[in-house]
C-alpha cells in the first residue's frame, strides 16, 4: 500500500459534469462556482441568471442544451468544469468533452425512472475509460437508506459503487454527512462550508460498518490492507486515502460523494476528491495514447461560434503549450494561427498570453479546426487521438427559409449550428429536391430550428421529410403510340408499339426491343428508349415507374418526317396510354429497425409496432446490455419518421432505433389514395 500509483495530485483538472437530464448537474456546476470564488453567489437554476447554460432556448425548455465551460480555482489550482446537457437529444454534446477530461463527475439521484437514462452515462464513460466519481444529489429529499440507493444504481456501474460518506440525519432530516475516510461529520450549513464536528456516538456503529464495507472494497486491489482487515489492524489513513485515489485514476472503482447541490452541500469535499483523487493530464493524456515527450498536443472539445468574437475552440493542452499567434495543425493539414487564447467562465472570456499543459482554455479563429479535432504544432502526422461517431439520426424535417432572400444566409447558419454540434446532419435529397436537417429527437432539431429564427432572425418553414414514393404495374398491356403531325411544310412522324409489363419486385427497368424488317430504323430505338425512360420519371398516379419492362415490337416510319423528337413522342404516348391500363399502384419505402428499449417497456414497445402499421420480426436480450432489449421490426417510412417521439416517451427518455431501407411494398386502399391526391396537389402548385 502507498506504493501503487498512490500520491495525491494537484495541478490543473478538466472535469466533465454528467448525468440523467434534470439531476442537478447545472446546479452543482453554479454551486462550485460559487464555492471557489468564480461568482459572487450561487443563484437557483430557475432564475436563468446562471453561468450555466441560460441561452433562450435553454431558458425556454427549462433543460440544458449545450456542454457549458467555466474555469475557476481551487487551492491554487485552474479546474475547468464543463456542464453537460442530461438530454439523450444532446448527449453527443459530451462525448468530446469526456474524451479530454480528467475524471467525470456523474451526478445521479435516488430516482427509479433515471435508472437506464443513468446506465446510458455510465457505458459511455466505460468505453471511453474516464474515471468516474458519482455524486449522489438531492440528498435532501432522499428518505431511503443510501445503502438501498446504492443497490438500486449499482448495476448501472460496471466497476463497485465505493461510498465514501454516509448522511447524518436528525429526526430523518439529512443535516450533514460523515466522511468515511477521514472519519469526521460534518453539519451542513447553506451556501457555506459545511461544520466540521465529531461523530456523534449514537451514529458510531453505523459509521463503522460503513467504513469496513468501503475498506473491503479497496482490499480487493490491496493485499496488505487486505491483510489488514482480517487481523484487525487499522489501516494508516494516509495509506487508504492513497487506495482510494489510486482505485479511481486507475478506474476499479466508483467513489460515491453525496449532497444537496441546490444549498451547496457536499461541493467541498467533491472538490477536494477531485484535486487530490483524479488523474492528472499526464494520465489522461496516457489515457488517449499521447506518448510523453512527444510535444505540445490539444484535443478540442467543443467548438462555439460567438456573436461577434468569431469562433472559439475549446481545447484541453495535453502536453506542452501554446502561446498566441502559434500555428497548430489539424488532421488532414487543416491549419490555423491561435488568435486569442481566453480563459472561460460562461459567456466570459478573460485574455492569457499563453496556456500550458492540463489548462482548458479557449483558442480564437480556428475556423478550419473541428470538435474533436487533435492539433499539434507539426505540420506532419497529426493523429486523432478519439474518433468522434454520432449514432445514426432519428428525426428529421426539411426546410427552407421563409423568404428566397435568406437561403444563403440559413445555409451559413446551419453550417454554423453543425460545426457547433457534430450531432447535426445536412443533406440534400436529390430525389425529392428537399433540404434535410436531422438530429436525435423532436426537441434537438426544435431547438435548432429556435436558433435560426431566434438568434439568426431566419423565418423558417419545416415539415416532414417527403417520403420516396414510387408506382409500378400489375398487369401486361401492348400499346402501340403514333405521333404524327402535319403542320406546313415539315411533317412529324414516328410509331411504335411497346409491350408493357411488370417485373420483379427490385429490377428497376428493362428496355428490350424485337423489331424485324426495319420497320424502326436502328437509329430511331435509342430515341424510343428515352421516349420510354422520359415518361418513367412520373407514372400515371404521378410518381416514378419501377418494375417494369417495356419492349418495343412493332411500328413504322416515314422517310422524310420520322425524327428523333417524333420517336420520343411516340414512346411518351403509348406510355401514357398503356401505363395507366396496366393497373398501376402505389409502393411505398419499408424499412427495417432495430430499436434499443429497456426490458421493462419492452411490451409497450411491441404494442405500438403495429399501431404504425410496423410487423415485428422478433425481440431479444439486447447483447451485453444488461436489462435492455432490441426489437426487430420492419415499418413504413412514413410510420418511422415520428417513431421516435413514441419511443422515447414510453421510456422515460432513452429508447431508440437504427433504421435502413429494406424494401418497397405495395401501398393501397384510403392511405395511397390521401398520398396520390396530396401529391396531386403539391404538383398543380407548383405548376
Ligand atoms: N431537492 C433538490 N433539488 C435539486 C437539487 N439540485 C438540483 N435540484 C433541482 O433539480 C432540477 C434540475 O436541476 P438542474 O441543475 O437544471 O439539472 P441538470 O442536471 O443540469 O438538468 P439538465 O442539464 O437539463 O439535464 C431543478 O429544479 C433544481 O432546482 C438538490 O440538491 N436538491
Ligand atoms: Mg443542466
Known sequence: MGNRAGGRRSGPKCVAIVGPFASGKSTLFEAILARTGAIPRQNPISSGSTVSDSSAEAKAHAMSIEATVATTEFMGDAITLIDCPGSIEFAFEAEPVLAGCDVAVVVAEADEKKIPALQLVMRKLDELKVPRILFLNKIDKNAAAVRDTLKLLQPTSSTPLLLRQIPLRNNGVVVGSIDLALERAYVYREYAESEVTEIPSDEKARELEARFSMLETLADHDDQLMEQLLEEIEPPKDEVFDDLAADLREGLVTPVLIGTAEKGNGVLRLLKAIRHDAPDVQATAARLGVKPGSGTVVQVLKSIHTPHGGKLSVSRILEGAVTDGSELYGPGGASAKVSGIYRLLGKDQAKLASAKAGDTVALGKLDDIRTGDTLTPAKAGVKRLIELAPPQPVFSFAL?????????????AIHRLADEDPSLTLQHNQDTGETVLSGHGEMHLRVVREKLEGRNQIPIDSHAPAIPYRETIKKSVTQRGRHKKQSGGHGQFGDVVLEIKPVPRGTGFQFTETITGGV????????????????????PLGFPMVDVAVNLSDGSYHTVDSSDMAFQMAAKLAMKEGAAACAPVLLEPIMKAEIFTPSDATARITALVPQRRGQILGYDARPDWPGWDVVEATMPQSEIGDLIIELRSATAGVASYRATFDHMAELTGRLADDVISAAGKAASKAA
Open 520 to 539: 424502326v430504323p436502328r437509329n430511331y430505338i435509342p430515341s424510343v428508349e428515352s421516349g420510354v425512360r422520359d415518361f418513367l420519371k412520373s407514372g
Open 400 to 412: 427552407r427559409p421563409k423568404e428566397r432572400k435568406d437561403e444563403v444566409k440559413m445555409s451559413a
